[in-house]
Nanobody
């Protein structure tokens, strides 16, 4: 089992920045791809970004490309999402996820372990 805890969410104005963190514990997650997903009220959970176990491969949703940066520090068992130039449409509950079946181009259905989420609200 892997336990994931997100933090760093909050309320920010349009154009602002936030940095989300995802702390992992339990079984070794170092060799797993990790991802960020988000879910706005009334909408499906959507992919945001993913990073391979070594951090070499990253992938982003088109909607966040150029504004968000995913990274990880395996020594600290932590993944990050730096979010810049935030827009009201980025408002959502943000989840981190991982699992042995996930790859950088996986959908959410290949991720086995999920955190509880951290709320990001961008005011206009």
């Amino acid at each position: 089992q892997v336990q994931l805890v997100e933090s760093g969410g909050g309320l920010v104005q349009t154009g602002g920045s936030l940095r989300l963190s995802c702390a992992a514990s339990g079984r070794t997650f170092t060799f797993y791809t990790m991802g960020w997903f988000r879910q706005a009220p009334g909408k499906d959970r959507e992919f945001v970004a993913a990073i391979s176990w070594g951090g070499v491969i990253t992938r982003y949703a088109d909607s966040v490309k150029g504004r968000f940066t995913i990274s990880r520090d395996n020594a600290k068992n932590t993944m990050y999402l730096q979010m810049n130039s935030l827009k009201p449409e980025d408002t959502a509950l943000y989840y981190c996820a991982t699992g042995p079946r996930a790859t950088s181009d996986s959908s959410r259905y290949q991720y086995d372990y999920w955190g509880q989420g951290t709320q990001v609200t961008v005011s206009s």
